[in-house]
């Protein structure tokens, strides 16, 4: 997977919305990398930044604040030209690493601190589910390369969404059986008359197929929401999607 490549992408179909979240995912990797100087860097996005009583014009430019290692008391103390050199080298990579991936300049901004136990660490609970809403469930396990790393984050209406999602990429546009995709049906109840099993998955909901007790004759079928389907039988869908 080129995930450099998949991010563009999903940032150019996604141009509205506030890539905060995606820079704060981005730049955390980037502070772990350098994590002798950098602590931590905090993301806003122009709407969110304070404008003053006088300013008349909006800000059209994500700021960043970085929380770098320095000053009195501090490992990089004294402050040396090669310590402001190293600050200046930061920073401009940090720049690219944001304009490459998302098309945005950032503003940046620096605070000192003697060490990173005095900066208050961003919540990291909060940086999956910012994602997942940003990015949508399909790309969101395509960033993170593991569903199940997202999956205790996720409600039941965003697994329908994936479902949804999936049968429309591996059906080009259209439902298909589960057979097509060499998957048994799904087992949907029984009584002591008739069996029921899911056969088909639409866009909007699964066709479910009704048998005779002894499966030797077919009876009829029904259509279910997938919104209106069990718990576990969305779970179930989940698992045979992701491995398609």
Known sequence: MNLRH???????????KDLTPVMEMLLEGFVNDHKDILCKVEVKHPDKRTKLPHQEYTYKNYRATFYLIGG???????????????YDDLMNEAWELIHNYTGQALEMFSKHVKSCGDVIQENKENSI????????????????????????????IDKVNYIKERIIELGDGGGFGLVEIDEEPIHYGEDENELRQI??????????????????????????????????IIEELVEILLNH
């Not at 998949?6 to 509205?16: A, G, V």
């Not at 009195?72 to 190293?86: A, C, D, H, M």
């Open 199 to 232: 056969e088909y998955l639409g866009k909007n909901g699964v066709t479910v197929a009704v048998y005779d007790a002894d499966m030797d004759g077919h009876m009829g079928d029904f259509n279910v929401m997938y919104e209106s389907l069990p718990v576990q």
């Open 129 to 156: 589910p910012n994602m997942i809403k940003t990015l949508g469930v399909s790309d969101a396990i395509k960033y993170f390369g593991n569903y199940y790393m997202i999956e205790p984050y996720l409600k039941e």
């Open 72 to 86: 009195y008391g501090s490992s990089n103390w004294p402050t040396t030209q090669s310590v402001l050199r190293k």
């Open 6 to 16: 998949d991010i563009k992408r999903i940032l150019r179909e996604e141009t509205n």
